[in-house]
C-alpha cells in the first residue's frame, strides 16, 4: 500500500446514531383493571392477563464510500471516487426515489450524482466510507397470556410474536461503482436490509 492515510475513516459498520429499547404493557382488560373489573371468571379467562411486548430499533446509515473499480492504494482496495465539487456534495445525500415496478435509488438524481465524481488522478483518490447509506428502522411486536390449568403448578402459555410487526422496509447500500461495469446503474438499490414481516405462534405447558 503506498498511501495507508488515504484509507482512514468510518468503519464499514459505523453507524452515527442508535435507538433501541423494550416495553411490556399489561392490558387494562380483565378482573382487577380499569376495564371490565368485575367479570365473570369465564369472560376474565378469554379478555384478561394479556401482555404486549416490544422492541423498537432505530440507527442511521452505515458508513460507505464510492468506487471507480481503479487499485491505486493496493490490489485488494477499490479506490473511492474523487468528487469533482468537494465543496458541494449535496446531490450524494440519501434521497430514497423510484420503485412501484421502477429501479429503486438511493440519490434524488442518479444522473447528477454521477456527474459529480470521477475516478483517481494519479495517487489523488476519494475519501473512504465519507458518505451514509439508508437508515434502519425495525419493531418486533409480542403478545401473550398464560391460563392457569392446576393452582400455580400448572400453567398454559400462549403467545404471539411478528417481526418487522409494520413491514417496514430497510434498504440496503446501492451500487457504488461509477464505472457501471456490472451493467447496474450507479446509486441503484438491488437488496434489503432485513427480511419483511415474519409472524410466529406458540403454546407451551409448564409444569
Not at 468510518?10 to 435507538?19: E, I, P, T
Request: charge should be neutral; hydrophobic fraction near 35%; aromatic fraction near 12%.
Amino acid at each position: 500500500m503506498n498511501r495507508p492515510r488515504e484509507c482512514r475513516a468510518n468503519s464499514d459498520f459505523d453507524a452515527a446514531n442508535y435507538l433501541n429499547g423494550n416495553f411490556i404493557y399489561e392490558l387494562p382488560f380483565g378482573r382487577g383493571k380499569s376495564i371490565a373489573a368485575t367479570a365473570p371468571y369465564w369472560v376474565n379467562e378469554a379478555i384478561g392477563g394479556w401482555e404486549l411486548s416490544g422492541l423498537p430499533s432505530w440507527r442511521t446509515g452505515n458508513a460507505y464510500n464510492t468506487a471507480s473499480n481503479a487499485f491505486v492504494a493496493g490490489f485488494a482496495n477499490n479506490a473511492p471516487a474523487t468528487l469533482i465539487s468537494p465543496a458541494d456534495r449535496g446531490f450524494l445525500k440519501t434521497k430514497i426515489n423510484g420503485g412501484q415496478g421502477q429501479p429503486l435509488f438511493a440519490y434524488a438524481n442518479p444522473n447528477t450524482a454521477l456527474a459529480g465524481l470521477t475516478g483517481p488522478t494519479g495517487f489523488d483518490i476519494g475519501s473512504r466510507n465519507n458518505l451514509r447509506g439508508p437508515g434502519y428502522f425495525d419493531l418486533d411486536l409480542g403478545l401473550g397470556k398464560t391460563f392457569p390449568i392446576y393452582q400455580e403448578r400448572v400453567n398454559l402459555k400462549f403467545r404471539c410474536d411478528a417481526f418487522n410487526a409494520l413491514n417496514h422496509p430497510n434498504f440496503a447500500l446501492p451500487n457504488t461503482d461509477i464505472t457501471e461495469a456490472s451493467g447496474v446503474p450507479f446509486g441503484e438499490i438491488g437488496s434489503m436490509n432485513g427480511s419483511a414481516r415474519v409472524l410466529q405462534g406458540s403454546l407451551r405447558l409448564e409444569f
